[in-house]
């Protein structure tokens, strides 16, 4: 059975080119997919500021409970940022590490 599977896969290669001019209506999802990004990074900034501001105010009043959870909020601000930041370099990596295997 193995071996039949693999004559007949023999015959030809599968392969993949992304175009993303090759679909009606593609221009319009990337203008989405943009300006949720942009929705989402603001969010992400207002969320930072929001966590700093509880870092400080914690801070100052010596609740150190509400600042270590300022803190939090902070750094998982700055992760998502670099996350989303970095994600269209990331997907591109990962589609050319993807192609380069034979």
Do not use: C, R
Not at 12 to 33: C, E, H, N, R, W
Request: overall charge positive; aromatic content about 6%; proline content about 4%.
């Amino acid at each position: 059975m193995a071996g039949q599977l693999s004559d007949l896969a023999l015959g030809f290669a599968v392969s993949l080119k992304p175009d993303p001019t090759a679909l009606p209506g593609t221009s319009l999802g990337q203008k989405a997919v943009n300006g949720l990004v942009a929705l989402v990074m603001i969010a992400v900034v207002v969320a930072a500021l929001g966590g700093l501001v509880q870092w400080v105010w914690s801070g100052s009043n010596n609740n150190p409970v509400g600042a270590s959870a300022g803190k939090k909020k902070v750094a998982l601000a700055v992760a998502a940022f670099f996350a989303i930041g970095a994600g269209g370099a990331i997907l591109d990596f990962a589609m050319k590490m993807g192609e380069s295997v034979k």
